[in-house]
């Protein structure tokens, strides 16, 4: 009685099993894609998963075969449940990829012959390719490229009569040379096939934004993000760079305050942009990596918007869509500049309105200033400087928690923060003695890279300072962080960071952070000539050869021209090829060189029957063993399409059991 195995889809009852090297090989694929998704899966979901692949693994190692269909069913509804419950929904980026890779691993638990392995490693690639949906740098690329490494191989097993004879080095050795060979190709398509404005689909992101500088501040909220080393962007100037102490990039204006936090003034900063005083000193470009934000990092003090985008009366900078990718922009700044030098009365109100209740020790101390020195608004801040400078504050990246009311707590008790806390105080004692002032966020200083010639500005380096309005000067910026650290402006946040007794490891380890650094420069060129390459550049690139401006017919016209060239040079190689054979031919030359040694050598066009009849004639000793290799080869060779494995391991056995001895003549 013919037994039935249920499953969700049934291969061939002829089509052969999965030998031992492509299973294997398919359960590396697997791996592969779990790993580069591992990043932004729940680290939950992803050990479930490779405990799963594991024991596939294992348990078909040991002889099992396909899970029934009773297993498989509910371990995909099970699938589906934990993807909604912990997204919230089935589409969009992260979600969508974690239910992919969760069935490309319960694939296996069905996968047993050729057409499951084809279809499997088919959408493997789909998923290897989907992580670049995450990170588009140049070591992602790279581990992806790597992930293709044994998709390939799996295929190429599954054409080998017995893959398991075969050493693993043969096995990836020509697919690596196939990849390698791909690359000409790969890249002329990616440089020629023409590409769009926007484009055809896209998914829905989450809305936290990835830079960690937020529209939002409270003091020891960003300790977080002045820890984060990673690239925030990257600004290339025209000429000579600013001196460290000026490169301040402002994105964030903050005018209300309720007792915890600053935040910006949206119903004022909707207006155009404040009046500005001053000529372009720099110019400069920036590329941006992503931030699911709107807002544009500018140097201060900007002078005009980039492209696609619009100045703020705060002068902050806010382009038309949202920023989900590495963007590049142009601006130019000044740094001697006069901005707003007089203000209307809603601007004045909103830039000294306090919270009632908050801080009444602080009111007391900025009243002792405004009685002592009047209207000079400059000595009133340079006394809350000094106060910073010389009243026992320290600068750590780790300050103790701060109290319901964060201001006097910080300036009469912990007496320890970083920028968060000394702009944040300093802007509400300069309020408390009747001077208008604001909160600033953004980044300063960078590390300035000599071999990419550009500046380097981290997450680590967001910042905030304050802008005090002065009589007839209009908006200043004052610092109250570089009071209490200097190297915080002069030299940056690392340098602020080493010797504040709260800093990280990674602060100290200068070779590690010069190499770092170094790496960038990479990724810097790889953001610039790859992920930067969009149409308006493609349309650009004939422009040596004088086509100003090349259109889709151009670039398709170059685009078959250089596909057949290509495709006709690797013909021509493969025609002139010598022809390696399988594993039969293999075994066929072993014992042609064992005849050889004995003095019969095979000749030019000698067929292989005519070759056994001679051997036989000339080694009487071994005839029985030489017309059985004879009938072997031959119904091997000729009477299948494919040397079945039982035959090519009774041949393969019968050449080594063969004893010669040399002919004397």
Not at 491 to 500: E, I, P, T, V
Request: hydrophobic share 45%.
């Amino acid at each position: 009685m013919t037994r039935f195995r249920l499953s969700l889809t049934r291969a061939p009852v002829d089509e052969p099993l999965l030998a031992r090297r492509p299973f294997d090989l398919l359960c590396l694929t697997m791996a592969c894609v779990l790993g580069v998704h591992a990043l932004h899966l729940p680290w939950w979901l992803t050990l479930t998963l490779a405990g799963v692949l594991a024991a596939r693994w294992r348990q078909r190692r040991s002889g099992g075969r396909n899970a029934p269909f009773w297993i498989k069913l509910p371990l995909i509804v099970l699938l589906l449940a934990v993807v909604i419950a912990y997204y919230g929904t089935l589409f969009g980026r992260e979600p969508g990829s974690a239910f992919a890779v969760g069935l490309l691993v319960l694939k296996m638990l069905e996968s047993e012959h050729r057409r499951d392995a084809r279809v499997a490693v088919a959408f493997a690639c789909f998923g290897l390719m989907s992580a670049l949906l995450f990170d588009q740098g140049i070591a992602a690329s790279f581990v992806v490229a790597l992930g293709l490494v044994p998709a390939v191989a799996t295929l190429r097993s599954l054409e080998v009569v017995d893959p398991d004879l075969l050493p693993l080095r043969r096995e990836l050795l020509p697919v690596l040379i196939t990849l390698l060979a791909a690359v000409p190709l790969a890249a002329f398509a990616f440089v020629f096939v023409p590409r769009l404005n926007s484009p055809l689909w896209g998914a829905p992101t989450a809305d936290k934004s990835v830079t960690g500088l937020s529209d939002r501040m409270a003091p020891g909220e960003m300790a977080e993000v002045l820890t984060d080393d990673t690239p925030a962007m990257r600004v290339t100037f025209d000429n000579a760079p600013p001196m460290n102490a000026s490169r301040y990039f402002r994105a964030y204006t903050m005018t209300n305050f309720d007792g915890q936090s600053w935040s910006p003034d949206y119903d004022g900063g909707s207006r155009s942009s404040g009046t500005l005083e001053g000529q372009p000193r720099f110019t400069y470009e920036v590329t941006l990596e992503p931030t699911r934000q709107r807002v544009l990092p500018v140097m201060d003090m900007p002078v005009n918007a980039p492209d696609d985008a619009r100045l703020r009366t705060d002068r902050t900078a806010v382009a038309d869509r949202r920023i989900d990718e590495v963007y590049r922009y142009h601006a130019s700044a000044t740094t001697d500049y006069r901005l707003d030098a007089t203000i209307d009365a809603r601007q004045r109100r909103q830039a000294l309105q306090l919270p009632n209740g908050v801080g009444p020790r602080a009111r007391e101390l900025a009243a002792s200033w405004s009685g002592k020195f009047g209207n000079d608004h400059v000595a009133i801040a340079r006394a809350a400087l000094a106060m910073f400078h010389d009243g026992g504050f320290r600068y750590t990246l780790a300050p103790a928690p701060l109290g319901r009311d964060r201001i006097d707590d910080f300036l009469f008790q912990t007496r320890e923060g970083f920028c968060e806390h000394y702009s944040s105080t300093f802007t509400f004692l300069m309020r408390a003695a009747g001077i208008p002032a604001r909160v600033v966020t953004g980044y300063q200083g960078g590390y300035w890279n000599k071999l990419g010639s550009y500046l380097l500005v981290r997450h680590a380096d967001a910042h905030a300072w304050s802008e005090v309005w002065l009589e007839g000067r209009g908006w200043v910026r004052f610092d109250p962080t570089g009071a209490v650290r200097p190297e915080r402006v002069s030299l940056g946040a690392a340098a602020a960071a080493a010797g504040s007794g709260s800093e990280s490891g990674m602060f100290n380890m200068t070779w590690l952070n010069n190499v770092r650094d170094r790496w960038d420069v990479v990724n810097q060129w790889w953001n610039q000539a790859v992920n930067g390459f969009d149409a308006l550049r493609q349309q650009g690139i004939l422009q040596p050869f004088g086509i100003r401006r090349a259109d889709v017919g151009d670039l398709a016209i170059i685009l078959a021209v250089g596909c057949a060239l290509l495709v006709a040079g690797a013909l021509g190689w493969a025609m002139f090829q010598r022809r390696e054979g399988d594993a039969l031919d293999a075994w066929m030359q072993r014992l042609e060189r064992k005849l050889a040694r004995t003095g019969v050598t095979r000749r030019t066009g000698e067929g292989p029957r005519h070759f056994f009849a001679r051997a036989a004639r000339t080694l009487p000793g071994q005839r029985n063993a030489l017309e059985r290799l004879s009938q072997l080869y031959l119904r091997s060779r000729y009477a299948f399409d494919e040397p079945p494995p039982e035959s090519l391991i009774e041949f393969r056995r019968q050449v080594k059991e063969l004893k010669v001895r040399r002919v004397v003549k």
